[in-house]
Structures are given as C-alpha cells and as structure tokens.
Nanobody, 122 residues
Framework: QVRLVESGGGLVQPGGSLRLSCVASGNIFSIDDMNWYRQAPGKERELVATITSGGSTNYSDSVKGRFTISRENAKNTVWLQLNSLKPEDTAVYYC????????????????WGQGTQVTVSS
C-alpha cells in the first residue's frame, strides 16, 4: 500500500513564505514524476509544479519565479517552497506522484495525498 502525506500548510500574510512537504511511504519500488496541484474554492484543480526523477522542473505561469519544487529521491520526499505569496495562492495543495509499487514494479498509478490548506490573508 502506498501513501502520500503532505504537511506545512497554514495561514500567512501576503508576501510571506511557506514550505510544503510530501512524503511517500509504503511498498514503493520507484517514483517517477512528483507534482504539486492546488484547488481553490469553486475552481478546478490545477497543476502548479512538476519535478522528474532526474530533477527537471516545470511550473505554471502563475507561480513561476515565486515557487520552487525540489525532491530527495532517497527519502521519497518532495517539497514546494512558496515565496512572495498572494491572496490568489489560497487553495488546498495536493501532492501527486507516479509510483511503481513493489509488488508489480510497473508504473500504473498516480497517487494523491490528502491535501494541505494554504491561506494567504492579512
């Protein structure tokens, strides 16, 4: 069984920073892409940032230059550093990873975490 657990959300003032963490655990053989999504009230879930197993990154235009995604493969962990936060960044942030479970050693499933709330408000 594979599980993703996010942490690090909270309430922050505009211009502030947060660091989100996501740890994958369970019967994992390998992890490919790791991603952060977010979903604001009344809006669709959107892809914010992606990092490949080799460390290549990609960002949505709305966060480019402000957010940084990173990972440590040995710890099955991905982080999202959120800087220069704006009220429009308020959302539930979800971790997502393409994982091959130990039983099959085949990449078949994108796993999701439960989400962590980020609120940007003065």
């Amino acid at each position: 069984q594979v599980r993703l657990v996010e942490s690090g959300g909270g309430l922050v003032q505009p211009g502030g920073s947060l660091r989100l963490s996501c740890v994958a655990s369970g019967n994992i053989f390998s992890i490919d892409d790791m991603n952060w999504y977010r979903q604001a009230p009344g809006k669709e879930r959107e892809l914010v940032a992606t990092i490949t197993s080799g460390g290549s990154t990609n960002y949505s235009d709305s966060v480019k230059g402000r957010f940084t995604i990173s990972r440590e493969n040995a710890k099955n962990t991905v982080w999202l550093q959120l800087n220069s936060l704006k009220p429009e960044d308020t959302a539930v942030y979800y971790c997502n990873a393409f994982i091959a479970a130990a039983q099959t050693r085949i990449f078949t499933t994108h796993y999701w975490g439960q989400g962590t709330q980020v609120t940007v408000s003065s």
